[in-house]
């Protein structure tokens, strides 16, 4: 978001006299939904007419029935849909100049000289090209006698805005594309199903994605579950890989491992350009290992199913923005896409992406691969190295005599072993000794201190909850026990890793330092809690996996609102049938009003996401107060939406908003004035958002968490090393690594301490209540949204992509 301050316009007036066609292009992704009805009912917001061009742009050439008016309930009950409900054609008609032509006419026709494109870079390019021959075009039509000079007129400049739609996430200028989290999503499904036979019978499994000429999907997979190997189209292995491979896997089975896994790329090549497919590694291994292996080849499974949590915030995020960015557009701005950075949105020229986009497939071409990888961006090249350091058992022959202890604190989340696993490897690498600190700080007042080698944290990666031990308990009064095992144990350097209390035990050990010399060594935090309220980071290992437990059940009980059933027991079994009960539930007409209560403590942040990925009607948090005049308000929005086809709302209320309005208080209030036109359900998640397996996501943060903060714990160990011993004091060498906005950065624990609410155990500043107001407006609440701070064009040539995540 730009920090320049625009004139401040009426946002439910920007439209008025407008028109706004929306389409998907291309393959579909999951999450193209989310982006459809963020475009439209911001849109109607905003006072501009509406339009769907169904099936791509075969829809905009045939016209007709294909470009239709969308309404408010037209898009209800779209977001946890796969694919895309307006349709998706390859079209070969709009690559002629003749059919980019009709099109034009068709859109004149109605009005419209605003277009929302949501598809890969052929799709966008496509548009910008439409976009640029738009005035010759129209003089055409014009000529031809199919407009009038007054039609045209009207009509004189097409705005064009993109949203990047594709499960490869090939597209230089944007950290992930719409469906890139959910393809990896059932990408580790199948891993995670595949592991437990691998691990029963010995086997290979050798696991191809998708990707195209991609390998981010074959990278991160890898990354997320702890591959063997990984075959990228951007990095060909060396001469003689297979002999490399034979031996990493032979020496795997040597260490204990039962299984081996390996994932490729479906654009694997080799140097030379060959393709290396999945059969040709299977007679490999089998040939010359004998290892029973199986080949696994995923397919359009990776395009299926229900979008992730993250795909449907993007879709609506980026939706939300494409409509500011095409009301605002003047004849000189450049066609742009919508695109992601950290947890921002910017706007980036379409064709400088598309021409980054270029570079990398040229670079391939031309065997500069390592080009390629610099061009995918600053954060692929990060996942690359990171993935190549873990993977490889390579300790070093010349030892450190540095101990690392690692310890979790706190509440148990996923995503925390993830963490252990690559930080104890990065250790191992780095000529480190690593110690393992069992149940916290506890553990370390109590001597519960042993080595951790680089088997014993094998297949942590996708392990949920806390396999160190956590627990809550605060040094404060374990300090002379601490300081004591510290010195028993010779700990030079300590990763904490934990919610909250990671963070507040953390300065009690640095404001102990002044007592206890022992407390004197650099010591890192990281953010690891389903509540995401550790100071210093935007996000925190766990709130994914969190959020995405929080959307499925939401999404289940808005969908299946016939079948659900008190018991949280039974719901973990109604849960696996659900493909069963949708069908039972399709038939359903009840009106009905569910009411969920989320984790969080005091940070809404769980509450107020899962409300935007669930399309909720109202989510009640502490950080925005609330009377009874509000669900007194909230009440009425839902009598009169039982009015429309639209017969059901979902509430969301933070465990902590408000001790008098609880869950119960607020149900009876719903129950007792929705008497008559619906009736109510509750649902108390409780524990059940700590446990599971993590998300690809929350694997991949924690890995790269993991390895970052050691790192830059072997950097300030040779800064502390002074007259033969470690001595750290300063502020700067006792952080909390976190990510802020488009960086992971290091930031002391002492200069968090004034943005801390201690009391309400929440940082006093908080990104994402600015798109609250998201949450609303898609929920058709009468409120404005603030126009005066927007996110202005950028640049990415130049940069390389620098804004990848």
Known sequence: ?????????????????????????????????????????????????????????????????????????????????????????????????????????????????????????????GANEFRTEWSSLLADLVQAGKITEEQAKKSSHLNIVGMVGSIDNDFCGTDMTIGTDSALHRIIEV???????????????????????????????????????????????????????????????ARGSRLNVIIVAEGAISRDGKPITSDQIKKLVTDRLGFDTRTTILGHVQRGGTPSAFDRILGSRMGVEAVMALLEATPDTPACVVSLSGNQAVRLPLMECVQVTKDVTAAMAQGKFEEAIKLRGKSFENNWNTYKLLAH?????????????????????????????????????????????????????????????????????????????????????????????????????????????????GLELVQAREKYEEMCIPMVVIPATVSNNVPGSDFSIGADTALNTITSVSGYSYTQRHTLKKSLTHFWFVFLQTCD????????????????????????????????????????????????????????????KMKTTVKR?????????????????????????????????????GHMQQGGTPTPFDRNFGTKMGAKSVLWLTEKLKECYRHGRIFANTPDSACVLGMRKRALTFQPLADLKADTDFEHR?????????????????????????????????????????FRK
């Not at 609250?772 to 040539?797: F, V």
């Open 1 to 125: 978001m730009s920090n320049v301050l625009h004139p401040t316009m009426d946002p439910t007036k920007m439209g008025i006299g407008r028109s706004i066609a929306v389409l998907t292009s291309g393959g579909d992704a999951q999450g193209m939904n989310a982006a459809v009805r963020a475009t439209v009912r911001v849109g109607l917001y905003t006072g501009a007419k509406v339009y769907f061009v169904h099936e791509g742009y075969q829809g905009l050439v045939d016209g007709g029935e294909n470009i239709r008016p969308a309404t408010w309930e037209s898009v209800s009950m779209m977001l946890q849909l796969g694919g895309t409900v307006i349709g998706s054609a390859r079209c070969k008609d709009f690559r002629s100049r003749e059919g980019r032509m009709q099109a034009a006419c068709n859109l004149v026709k109605l009005g419209i000289t605003n277009l929302c494109v949501i598809g890969g870079d052929g799709s966008l390019t």
């Open 191 to 253: 891993v995670d199903a595949i592991t437990t036979t691998a691990q029963s019978h010995q086997r290979t499994f050798i696991l191809e994605v998708m990707g195209r000429h991609c390998g981010y999907l074959a990278l991160v997979t890898a990354l997320a579950c702890g591959a063997d190997w990984v075959f990228i189209p951007e990095m060909p292995p060396d001469e003689g890989w297979e002999d490399h491979l034979c031996r990493r896997l032979t020496d795997q089975r």
């Open 393 to 505: 058992i390579n300790p070093p022959d010349v030892k450190s005599n540095i101990n690392v202890a690692i310890m979790n604190i706190g509440a148990p989340c996923a995503g925390m072993n993830a963490a252990v696993r690559s930080a104890v490897r990065m250790g191992i690498i780095q000529g480190h000794n690593m110690l393992a600190v069992h149940d916290g700080f506890d553990g370390l007042a109590h001597g519960q201190v042993e080595p951790i080698t680089w088997t014993s944290v094998t297949g942590w990666t996708g392990k949920g909850g806390s396999m160190l031990g956590t627990k809550r308990t605060l040094p404060g009064k374990l300090l002379e026990e601490i300081s004591q095992n510290i010195a028993r144990f010779n700990i030079h350097a300590l990763v904490i890793i934990g919610g909250f209390e990671a963070y507040v035990g």
């Open 581 to 640: 009960r949708i069908k039972q539930s399709a038939a359903g007409t009840k009106r009905r009003v569910f009411i969920v209560e989320t984790m969080g403590g005091y940070c809404g942040y769980l509450a107020t996401m899962a409300g935007l990925a669930a399309g909720a009607d109202a989510a009640y948090i502490f950080e925005e107060k609330f009377n009874i005049r509000d669900l007194e308000t909230n009440v009425e929005h839902l009598v009169e």
């Open 649 to 685: 709302g979902l509430i969301l209320r933070n465990e902590n908003c408000n001790s008098n309005y609880t869950t119960d208080f607020i149900f009876n209030l719903y129950s007792e004035e929705g008497k008559g036109i619906f009736d109510c359900r509750k649902n108390v998640l």
């Open 762 to 802: 929440i940082p006093k500043t908080q990104w994402w209540l600015k798109i609250r107001p998201i949450m609303k407006i898609l929920a058709k609440y009468d409120i404005k949204l603030d126009t005066s701070e927007h996110a202005d064009m950028e640049h990415i040539i130049g940069k390389r992509g620098s």
